[in-house]
């Protein structure tokens, strides 16, 4: 079977996109250059096509009871235009996917959940949908569009791009972190792309880059329009070499690679997104167990102090020598000057500027263990 293409594949291929397989799809891993991508979404605003994420509406007056069941936050408790970013777990905590649920309505929710892992997601969530009557799954992933549009230049980006086309966008200003808007896109001319399509149609304020921006939710047949007009604006292509750099700067997990099933959301140092009252989400009770065990394993950031990009799979060791951990992500940060990375550390958690060392390749490099996130932006 052949890779998988957004709508938007053949853009990318026009704007002379370096090409790559992802998951299951072909999608742009830079198009200028990574560092460079990197330093625009800091400075100004970047855009992602990041539609090969899983998009699935989950609609019913169960729909919410089975949430709950499923996932890491009481989404009954969700106002409606709110999104929560949580956890699938499985029956021993570990993590199956992190994903955003969002509360369109009443009984209408949409997931987002990570490409690589959204068949997982879709037969786990098919095989416990059985217990519960009026409740049906929709994957949009393939009929709809999802853009990132990320950095400081953001709000003002989209916010000509909305009036240039006299659509209203005062609404803008006032999203909160995590707040999203239903928005039907009209342009001048009467094209709104939305007919025979899913009229799930969004604008939240969400991203994976530490910095301000918004993710953008629509049916492919207006998708196209408004990449283009976002890029007119001056938002530049940025691929997911350039998101990587950036979530790691910003000490987001990364599933597969922070995160996974033989980890669990207090490892990973994730607790605020576990609402432990909610009592009824597959995988409580092992966390209260292990809790009151006491943690065994600790994810923490480190900053390189020889010159060494880190790598996955690097052992992480003591001043003595004695293996501890095994490194998880690691990148040289342009936006910081440096090299960084995270991992796990078995035992006791280690304190904020302890030496380590890392273990790759055949060599030691010296390491210290540093807070998350590595870089925070500008509130101004």
């Known amino acids: 079977m052949g890779l998988l293409r957004t709508y938007l594949f053949e853009k990318h291929n026009i704007l002379k996109a370096k090409l790559v397989p992802f998951a299951g799809w072909e999608m742009p891993i830079q198009y200028t250059g990574i560092i460079d991508e990197v330093n625009v979404v800091r400075k100004s605003a970047g855009i992602f096509d990041v539609s090969h994420m899983g998009r699935i509406e989950i609609t019913g007056d169960d729909a919410g009871k089975f949430l709950e069941k499923i996932l890491t936050v009481s989404v009954t408790k ?9 956890f699938i777990l499985n029956e021993n905590a570990g993590i199956i996917d992190d994903v955003v649920i969002y509360r369109i ?48 230049s953001a709000f003002k980006i989209l916010n000509a791009v909305l009036n240039d086309s006299n659509m209203h966008s005062d609404f803008l200003s006032n999203l909160d972190l995590f707040e999203f808007c239903n928005y039907n896109f009209t342009f001048e001319n009467g094209d709104s792309g939305y007919s025979g399509y899913s009229q799930i149609s969004l604008i939240s304020r969400t991203g994976y880059t530490g910095e301000n921006g918004f993710e953008i939710i629509v049916p492919n047949g207006i998708g196209l329009r408004i990449w283009d007009q976002l890029h007119n604006y001056g938002a530049l292509p940025c691929g997911l070499g350039s998101r990587d750099v950036l979530r790691l700067e910003a000490g987001l997990r990364l599933h597969g690679n922070d995160i996974d099933q033989t980890s669990n959301p207090f490892q990973a140092g994730l607790k605020r997104f576990v609402d432990m009252e909610n009592s009824s989400f597959i995988g409580h009770e092992e966390l209260l167990l292990q809790n009151e065990k006491g943690i065994y394993k600790h994810l923490v950031g480190f900053r390189m102090l020889d010159k060494a990009i880190p790598r996955k799979g690097y052992l992480i060791m003591d001043s003595d020598k004695n293996i501890i951990g095994e490194v998880t992500s690691g990148s040289h940060s342009p936006t910081l000057e440096l090299d960084i990375g995270m991992g796990y550390i078995m035992g006791s958690r280690p304190r904020i500027e302890d030496d380590i060392i890392l273990h790759g390749r055949g060599r030691n490099f010296n390491a210290r263990v540093t807070k998350i996130p590595f870089y925070r932006r500008s509130l101004n």
């Open 78 to 86: 969700m106002d409606i235009g709110f999104a929560k970013y949580c």
């Open 105 to 152: 309505s009443d009984d209408k929710y949409l997931m987002v959940c990570n490409a690589s892992n959204k068949d997982p997601v879709v037969s786990w969530l098919s095989g416990l949908i059985k217990s519960f009557n009026d409740i049906s799954l929709l994957d949009l992933t393939l009929e709809t569009v999802m853009i990132a549009l990320q950095g400081p």
